[in-house]
């Protein structure tokens, strides 16, 4: 970095800024609109630092590194051959050895010259990492799910607003082609009057078996305790840090339900326009969550099978992972991860675009974008915080009412259970005291 000071920096990003128009649908600037596609100076560059870089990450991080405005400057993870992993990605396509490791995110946070993070840990660390990097004055991209809890989810978004960072919660789908044309269908009464929505989801697990301890390694090798973070402490096991944590209630959100939920009950939220709000009543059936919203639209949360097959009548299943239908009193509308889209009746065909240009639905690169342009606008993400902290915490209501087997009703403005202690109680867990 060659310029004077960082507060300069971040005003030059601030000011060079073109606000786009906020369109309801795709809320994606395009970057030649800001002029970024071709060479940019070091000073005006964002400056990313990542933390946590497993296969996922990699694969956002792959999207990030084609924008010509954005750095990637330092990696942080808790296991040394992710870190090396991400050294040789990120110093293959810049042609160089610039890329700073750290085996302790905070020392990246420390850092004055890194604009914005990208947060792709476990669940566990999600909430924790992103509101600390808030508080160091980054703004934060974070993988899904956002927040383990409910309480997670509030004081997330919580934290956001009151450092004023921009926040993207990495629920892509909100600016996927197939998705937005299916919300927009739905929001433009193509559909006639929306009445049912479903959103799939794999079968809710609920584990709190452990595995059988293995001898610690090295802390530079594996940093256990970090690994662990807010999470409650166990024996280590080398299946954890290598993915078997998902489905352990320790680790993982919602009994798994926000695996899947927290992209497609989010589209469903959007397409019912009730980003603001949340279903008030959750029923779990043997097939399903059955939720229903102030205005009477129901939300039905589908256990599909693992691995995704052709065994639900709900969906047409070559439309991919993630599927979504969306019901009115004229018509349906149905995408998933394929890129694909199906309607009924037939006159809606017209309204669905060109479908031989699909992209699929684990695409980051406009999602990914539209965070970067809103960095110099300051403006709202696709998936903000808010955004991101109803349609998480729907989900985890749903999993709350799967987990006690019984209906429970939420205050949407409180985001608490009516009358219902037990249920209440789930909104929040214990955080072990990690830090050293």
Not at 396 to 415: G, N, S, T, Y
Request: a neutral charge; glycine letters at 6%; proline letters at 5%.
């Amino acid at each position: 970095m060659t310029t004077p000071s960082n507060s300069n920096r971040r005003d030059f990003l601030k000011e060079s800024a073109s606000v786009a128009a906020v369109a309801s649908f795709a809320s994606v600037v395009p970057s030649t609109a800001l002029g970024l596609q071709e060479s940019v100076a070091p000073s005006e560059k964002i400056n990313l630092g990542v933390i946590g870089i497993g296969p996922r990450c990699t694969y956002d991080l792959t999207a990030m590194l084609k924008f010509k405005d954005i750095q990637c400057v330092a990696i942080a993870d808790v296991q040394s051959r992710r870190r090396d992993a991400g050294k040789a990605l990120v110093d293959s396509h810049y042609g160089n050895k610039d890329l700073v490791l750290y085996q302790d995110f905070r020392e990246l946070l420390d850092r004055k010259d890194i604009d914005a993070v990208l947060i792709a840990t476990g669940d566990r660390w999600h909430a924790d990492a992103s509101m600390l990097a808030a508080k160091a004055g980054k703004d934060v991209y974070s993988e899904k799910p956002c927040g383990i809890t409910i309480a997670k989810c509030q004081e997330l978004a919580d934290t956001i607003h009151a450092e004023k960072r921009v926040f993207q919660a990495g629920t892509q789908r909100r600016s996927v082609p197939n998705f937005q044309k299916a919300v927009e269908l739905a929001h433009t009464g193509k559909l006639g009057k929306l009445h049912t929505m479903h959103a799939s989801i794999y079968l809710p697990v609920l584990d709190n078996t452990w595995l059988p301890g293995q001898p610690t390694p090295p802390k530079q090798q594996c940093d256990w305790n970090m690994w662990l973070g807010p999470a409650a402490w166990r024996p280590f096991n080398q299946k954890y840090v290598d993915g078997r944590w998902r489905g352990q209630w320790d680790f993982d959100s919602g009994a798994k339900l926000l695996d899947w939920g927290a992209h497609t009950v989010d589209l469903c939220q959007w397409a019912n326009q009730a980003d603001e709000t949340m279903p008030i009543e959750y029923e779990p059936t043997d097939q399903n969550i059955i939720c229903t919203y102030a205005n009477g639209v129901k939300l039905i949360i589908d256990f599909l099978p693992e691995p995704f097959g052709n065994r639900d009548p709900h969906y047409i299943t070559r439309l991919g992972t993630c599927p979504v239908r969306f019901i009115g009193d004229e018509g349906w509308v149905e995408t998933g991860d394929s890129g694909e889209i199906v309607a009924e009746p037939k006159s809606l065909q017209k309204d669905l675009g060109d479908q031989t240009k699909r992209v699929r639905g684990l695409d980051v690169g406009a999602h990914s974008r539209d965070f970067f342009d809103c960095i110099r606008s300051r403006g709202k993400t696709a998936a903000n915080q808010d955004v991101m902290r109803k349609s998480h915490i729907a989900c985890h209501a749903a999993a709350i009412a799967w987990i006690l087997q019984r209906k429970v009703k939420i205050d949407p403005v409180k985001e608490e259970f009516i009358n219902d202690a037990e249920a209440n109680m789930l909104r929040s867990r214990p955080s072990r005291e990690w830090a050293v």
